[in-house]
């Protein structure tokens, strides 16, 4: 149980285009999600918190007109990347919890790329 | 400044070698303490997770952790490693109220020789 799908796990794009990426809870509700970006070589960091039905909570620092996140339902987070430039390119991960239980799960993770 | 730290940046061990994977953080109250691990290009993998009780946990893959309260550390430990066990591994911990998001270590990225 507690499974975390993400698609797609590897994008190239072009610059200048928008960019699509989707996390779903497979067998359990997640009211709040959480996006992440890996730079080569370094820890996650959290980019905003997604909670179902209300507005992101984005962290300093991190553009919420360029990443765009959406929770429409309690098992989908979407994370648009705007307009995308080569410096966007990077690692993208979403995480969600089925409870205390179960901890929190992560999915496996998008490489994006734009050209 | 609340953080997590993982002291070492690259580890190396021989195969059927011991291993501990230090963690440390730095909460007022002691939070809930994760180790993740991630294969290259991959996403991250539970291995075990203490929220209290036995400060000993035990998780996947052979691996444990030892809560230490007065050294508010988190080490990770197996005590024979294997090829597949080459990989990042991460530290996290979700400080207060679970459903916080998590702070992640840098992470201590491992390598196994023959």
């Known amino acids: 149980g507690a499974v975390v799908s993400q698609h797609p796990s590897r994008v190239i794009c072009k610059s200048g285009t928008s960019v699509k990426i989707e996390c779903r809870s497979l067998?359990?509700?997640?009211?709040?999600m959480f996006w992440y970006r890996q730079f080569p070589k370094k820890s996650l960091m959290l980019m905003a918190t997604?909670?179902?039905?209300?507005?992101?909570?984005?962290e300093q620092g991190v553009e919420k007109d360029k990443f765009l996140i959406n929770h429409a339902s309690l098992t989908l987070s979407t994370l648009t990347v705007t307009s995308a430039h080569p410096e966007d390119s990077s690692f993208y991960i979403c995480?969600?919890?089925?409870?205390?239980?179960?901890?929190?799960?992560f999915g496996s993770g998008t490489r994006l790329t734009v050209v | 400044a609340q953080s997590v730290t993982q002291p070492d940046i690259h580890i190396t061990v021989s195969e059927g070698a011991s291993l501990e994977l230090r963690c440390n953080y730095s909460y007022g109250a002691t939070p809930y303490l994760f180790w993740y691990v991630q294969s290259p290009g991959q996403g991250l993998q539970l291995l075990l997770k203490?929220?209290?009780?036995?400060?000993l946990v035990q998780g996947i893959k052979g691996f444990e952790a030892e809560f230490k309260r007065s050294q508010s550390s988190f080490n990770l430990r197996k005590p024979s490693v294997h090829w597949s066990d080459a990989a990042e591994y991460f530290c996290?911990?979700?400080?207060?109220?679970?459903?916080?998001?998590?702070?992640f270590g840098p992470g201590t990225r491992l390598s196994v020789l023959p």
């Open positions: 995480s969600a919890s089925a409870g205390l239980d179960y901890g929190y799960t």
């Open positions: 203490y929220f209290s009780g036995d400060t």
């Open positions: 996290a911990v979700v400080p207060d109220n679970y459903g916080q998001n998590f702070v």
């Open positions: 997604s909670n179902e039905g209300s507005k992101a909570t984005y």
């Open positions: 067998d359990f509700q997640a009211t709040t």
